[in-house]
């Protein structure tokens, strides 16, 4: 079964520009779940995606944005670049992540290999 | 709010001696903890996860983490280590928000092995 991938992998680009990275999940996985990683901040949880539908979001301004596709593909954009979204952003998808009514439970998240994006 | 703590930046061990990376979390609920493994360049592994089954918890590779709540610690071991295991490590304690659940990293701890 094919892994979880990213594209592209790595990216550069000017400050004030814009940018759209994208992730293929694992075929059959429903959530998609997308982090920052800096030498700084470490691995930041940016949002998750579930059946095209945003269930969770992390502390990043209105600058990132993602959405997902009804086959589960997601793209995340960020829009008016600052030198510090310099990052490596990873992208992990699972078959499920929580379950609602109070149960709650845990499937596997599979990590892409990342897009590296220098912000010059 | 979770919260996750890796108490050594930087391991470094010989081949084939022990190891200990130390991990202790915060949390308001039973919480599920996992370690990762990040090898340069690639992306995250997970090399095993703790959610309220057994409190030793086996992974891959030959690693295993203990589950303790009176100490609030889930510090992962090996017992003989190996070139390949030079990486980062990332402790991660899971927050359910009800309908649907966040990852928190630790900040990790590079080990490096030397011969």
């Known amino acids: ?120 | 709010a979770q919260s996750v703590t890796q108490l050594d930046s930087h391991v470094s061990v010989s081949e084939g001696t022990p190891v200990l990376l130390r991990c202790n979390y915060s949390s308001s609920y039973s919480p599920s903890l996992f370690w990762y493994v990040q090898h340069p360049n690639k992306g995250l592994q997970l090399l095993l996860k703790y959610t309220s089954a057994a409190t030793l918890v086996k992974g891959i590779n030959g690693f295993e983490a203990e589950f303790k709540k009176s100490e609030t610690s889930f510090h992962l071991t090996k017992p003989s280590a190996h070139m390949s295991d030079a990486a980062e490590y990332f402790c991660v304690v899971t927050e359910y928000t009800g309908t649907a659940s966040k990852l928190t990293f630790g900040t990790g701890t590079r080990l490096q092995v030397t011969l």
Not at chain 1, 13 to 41: A, D, E, F, M, N
Not at chain 1, 66 to 87: H, I, K, P, W, Y
């Open chain 1, 1 to 120: 079964k094919a892994g979880v991938t990213q594209t592209p992998r790595y990216l550069i680009k000017t400050r004030g520009q814009q940018v759209t990275l994208s992730c293929s999940p694992i075929s059959g996985h429903r959530s998609v779940s997308w982090y920052q990683q800096t030498p700084g901040q470490g691995l930041q949880f940016l949002f998750e995606y579930f059946s095209e539908t945003q269930r969770n979001k992390g502390n990043f301004p209105g600058r990132f944005s993602g959405r997902q596709f009804s086959n589960s593909r997601s793209e995340m954009n960020v829009s008016t670049l600052e030198l510090g979204d310099s990052a490596l952003y990873l992208c992990a998808s699972s078959l499920a992540l929580g379950l609602a009514g109070g149960l709650s439970s845990y499937n596997e998240q599979f990590f892409g290999p990342g897009t590296r994006l220098t912000v010059l």
